[in-house]
């Protein structure tokens, strides 16, 4: 009985976890592509990317079972 609370917990922190990398990433590439960081522009901005791919996949992928 127990373990039907576990996975769904596990399963909201997740997705929780998912839209916050989301939100940190997409205001990371945001303020990495409008400012003038010199050369650590591509930097910050693939760091942003990439933490919104993870965040995605994070929302997108079911775990399984």
Do not use: C, H, N
Not at 9 to 32: P, T
Request: charged share 15%.
């Amino acid at each position: 009985m127990s373990e039907g609370r576990d996975t769904f917990w596990i399963k909201f922190i997740e997705r929780i976890f998912g839209l916050v990398l989301i939100v940190i990433g997409a205001i990371q590439l945001y303020l990495s592509v409008t400012s003038d960081l010199g050369g650590f522009t591509v930097l910050f901005a693939t760091i942003g990317l990439v933490m919104v791919i993870i965040g995605v996949l994070l929302l997108v992928v079911k775990p399984p079972e």
